[in-house]
C-alpha cells in the first residue's frame, strides 16, 4: 500500500539553525514527491516537487530537499529557519500529476516550532 | 480575492443534519478535489472531479457526496452528518500542465 511516513511529528529549532524534516514513503510506481507548508488557519502551499532529474530540487522561501531513492526518501531541508518558517509540514507522493492528477497520499505532517 | 474561496469558513451541526460545502475557482483549472485533515492523519481524499462530466471517488468516500455544478465549482455534501465526521476540509484544484495543488483556506465542521 502507498505511504508517506513523516517520523516527527514536532521539531523545534533555535532561529537561524539548520532544519532537516524527514519524510519516508512507499510506493510502487514512480513517485512524484511534493512537500507543503501550511501556516495555522491557512490551505497548504507548495514549497517544492520531484517529478525526474537532479534529486535536489530547490524551492521556495529557501527550502531544498534530496530524493533517495535507494532510501525511498525525500528529506527537506533549510541551511538557517526563520521565525516565520513555523508551521506545519507535510511530504506527499503520488503519480504523474498531469496524467493522473493530483491524487496524493500525504504524510501525518510535522510540525515546526521556532525559538529565538 | 482569494483563487480557490470555501465557504462556510466555520460550521458547527448536529448529527443527522444535511450539511454542503461549497468551493468556487477563478483559477480557470479543470480538475478540482476534496481533501479532508484530521490531527495526526495528515489530508485524505475523498472525491476528485477532472471535469464537469467526471466524478471519482477518492479513499474515504463513504458518507460523502460531491456535485460539480460548473468548471469553477465543486461541492461536498455530508447527507446525514455524524460526529467523526468532524475535521477541516480543503477544497484545491490543479492544472493539466502543472504538478501544484492549490488549496482553499478550508472549512472547519464540527458535528455534535
Known amino acids: 500500500a502507498q505511504s508517506v511516513t513523516q517520523p516527527d511529528i514536532h521539531i523545534t529549532v533555535s532561529e537561524g539553525a539548520s532544519l532537516e524534516l524527514r519524510c519516508n514513503y512507499s510506493?510502487?510506481?514512480?513517485?512524484?514527491l511534493f512537500w507543503y507548508v501550511q501556516s495555522p488557519g491557512q490551505g497548504l502551499q507548495l514549497l517544492l516537487k520531484?517529478?525526474?532529474?537532479?534529486?535536489l530540487v530547490q524551492g521556495i522561501k529557501g527550502f531544498e530537499a534530496e530524493f533517495k531513492r535507494s532510501q525511498s526518501s525525500f528529506n527537506l531541508r533549510k541551511p538557517s529557519v526563520h521565525w516565520s518558517d513555523a508551521a506545519e509540514y507535510f511530504c506527499?507522493?503520488?503519480?504523474?500529476?498531469?496524467?493522473?492528477?493530483?491524487?496524493?497520499?500525504f504524510g501525518a505532517g510535522t510540525i515546526l516550532r521556532v525559538k529565538s | 480575492d482569494a483563487d480557490v474561496t470555501q465557504t462556510p469558513r466555520n460550521r458547527i451541526t448536529k448529527t443527522g443534519k444535511r450539511i454542503m460545502l461549497e468551493c468556487s475557482q477563478t483559477?480557470?483549472?479543470?480538475?478540482m478535489y476534496w481533501y479532508r485533515q484530521d490531527p495526526g492523519l495528515g489530508l485524505q481524499l475523498i472525491y476528485y472531479?477532472?471535469?464537469?462530466?467526471?466524478?471519482n471517488k477518492g479513499e474515504i468516500s463513504d458518507g460523502y457526496s460531491v456535485s460539480r455544478q460548473a468548471q469553477a465549482k465543486f461541492s461536498l455534501s455530508l447527507e446525514s452528518a455524524i460526529p467523526n465526521q468532524t475535521a477541516l476540509y480543503f477544497c484545491a484544484t490543479s492544472g493539466r500542465h502543472t504538478g501544484e495543488l492549490f488549496f482553499g483556506e478550508g472549512s472547519r465542521l464540527t458535528v455534535l
Open positions: 472531479s477532472f471535469d464537469v462530466k467526471d466524478i
Open positions: 510506493y510502487g510506481a514512480t513517485p512524484y
Open positions: 506527499a507522493v503520488g503519480d504523474n500529476p498531469m496524467e493522473y492528477g493530483n491524487k496524493l497520499v
Open positions: 483559477k480557470g483549472h479543470d480538475r
Open positions: 520531484y517529478f525526474s532529474g537532479d534529486t
